[in-house]
């Protein structure tokens, strides 16, 4: 069971340049999440999915897209990467059912932007 | 808007003593989550706190709920250098149309000193 699984999990990138990372889960979850993690900030959640097809803005959603056209994908999008994009990403998912919700992350894809 | 502030943001102990970790958060909730996270890895859930007054032991960790206060702490008993990592308490704004989302702290460098 791989749970959750980002790629690539290390890239580098040059102003202007645009990637996609993809965040793929194995659970059968309903939810998704991108966050980004830089020091000193926590992790802040970019954009989300509560469904297939569905996708919402987060805390910090500009310079980025996403989609989700099958459940188990996540899609986030960088059109022209920015030096203040360099972060580690982590994608997240969850059930929707039960009271707790817990997220389970993937390990994370760090970003670097020249 | 909701805000989530942990105390201390980094904290430096000696093996066998005890420590808390404080969680503040700004608006109403009654879901509570604590993440650790080791050094260039994922996030992995440590406890989900779901009511006012809720307590969750995991061995040497301790984790306490109190939604009237909107503070939930993490104690330490008899630290072990195995428990140094980055502990991250996660909040969700207690609404219907947002249950799913989650408002993370800035994470609480915890280093265990033999």
């Known amino acids: 069971n791989a749970g959750v699984t980002q790629t690539p999990k290390f890239r580098v990138l040059k102003t202007g340049q645009s990637m996609t990372l993809l965040c793929a889960q194995d659970?059968?979850?309903?939810?998704m999440y991108w966050y980004r993690q830089d020091p000193g900030m926590g992790l802040r959640l970019i954009h989300y999915s509560v469904g297939e097809g569905t996708t919402a803005k987060g805390e910090v959603p500009d310079g980025y897209n996403v989609s989700r056209l099958k459940k188990q994908n996540f899609l986030l999008g960088l059109e022209s990467a920015a030096p203040s994009q360099t972060s580690v990403y982590f994608c997240a998912s969850s059930p929707n059912q039960g009271v707790s919700n817990v997220l389970t992350f993937g390990a994370g894809s760090r970003l670097t932007v020249l | 808007e909701l805000k989530v502030e942990q105390n201390p943001l980094f904290l430096s102990m000696q093996e066998g003593k005890n420590y808390t970790i404080y969680c503040n958060y700004s608006t109403t909730s009654d879901r509570l989550y604590w993440y650790r996270q080791d050094p260039g890895k994922s996030l992995e859930s440590l406890f989900v706190?779901?009511?006012?007054?809720a307590v969750k032991q995991e061995g040497r960790l301790m984790a306490s709920l109190d939604t009237k206060a909107r503070l939930s702490t993490l104690h330490i008993t008899a630290a072990v250098h195995d428990l140094s990592a980055t502990y991250f308490c996660?909040?969700?704004?207690?609404?219907?149309?947002?249950?799913?989302?989650?408002?993370f702290g800035k994470g609480t460098l915890l280093t265990v000193n033999p």
């Open positions: 996660a909040v969700v704004l207690n609404s219907g149309g947002s249950n799913y989302k989650l408002t």
């Open positions: 659970m059968n979850h309903e939810y």
């Open positions: 706190l779901l009511s006012n007054g």
